[in-house]
């Protein structure tokens, strides 16, 4: 079944934007009311650079950043990221320095993996962890337990679209926000109102996209 009108919403004078569906969505933990389509954010060069270019004014003035560490398929944006942290600038921390990009592997749900040859890349790393959206905050937690449990330390949290402003006592900077979206609602499994009122679902999420049931 389709899944109805998509909605855009951008940020005023910019090109940065979200596609957006109304609707009964629901993921492995939890459900909400809007489905947020980030796929062109990430896939596209463009929406990409511009995404990392707002996200990077939260860092680099301020953080040092060895390993970008990229969550729910965010590369493209990550590299980008990197490009902005390591601009030859005076005042910029990182400048001309070198920044691993770096995407984890998982075992068991939401547990992150590295190898032997990608721990060196954590281990005495800062690093920077970048998801396209932190709604519940289960996701980034368990990054940075990885990035703790391999011996980096974690300097911040930063995705495209974001619910919570900190997680696990870290801010999370997004370039979207509830303030952009204010009904947007997210409810643990077991107590979904959308449930209680016997509305079906639409569409199961992950942090590849949806598909409508």
């Known amino acids: 079944m389709p899944l109805g009108e998509c909605y855009k919403i951008g940020l005023p004078n910019t090109n940065l934007h979200l596609y957006i569906y ?3 969505f629901a993921t492995s933990h939890s459900h909400m009311n809007y489905f947020i389509d980030v796929a062109s954010n990430k896939a596209s060069i463009k929406e990409a650079k511009e995404i ?5 004014e939260h860092y680099k003035f301020s953080t040092a950043v060895d390993t970008i560490l990229c969550l729910d398929n965010t590369e493209v944006i990550g590299a980008y990221l990197a490009e902005e942290l390591t601009a030859s600038d005076l ?10 990009v770096l995407t984890p592997e998982h075992v068991g749900g939401s547990q992150l993996y590295f190898r032997d040859n990608t721990a060196p890349m954590i281990r005495g790393k800062n690093v920077l962890i970048l998801a396209a959206s932190v709604v519940t905050g289960y996701t980034a937690q368990s990054a940075v337990e990885a990035v703790r449990y391999y011996g980096g330390t974690p300097t911040g949290i930063c995705s495209v679209f974001s619910r ?19 009904d947007y609602v997210m409810s643990p499994t077991h107590n979904c109102p959308m449930c209680a009122r016997g509305e079906k679902i639409d569409a199961l999420v992950n942090s590849f996209g949806c598909s409508a049931l």
Request: charged share 15%.
């Open 22 to 24: 109304k609707g009964h």
């Open 52 to 56: 990392a270019g707002n996200l990077a």
């Open 91 to 100: 005042f910029v921390v990182n400048s001309d320095n070198n920044i691993f």
């Open 164 to 182: 919570i402003n900190e997680c696990v006592g870290i801010p999370v900077h997004s370039v979207f926000d509830t303030n952009d979206l204010p």
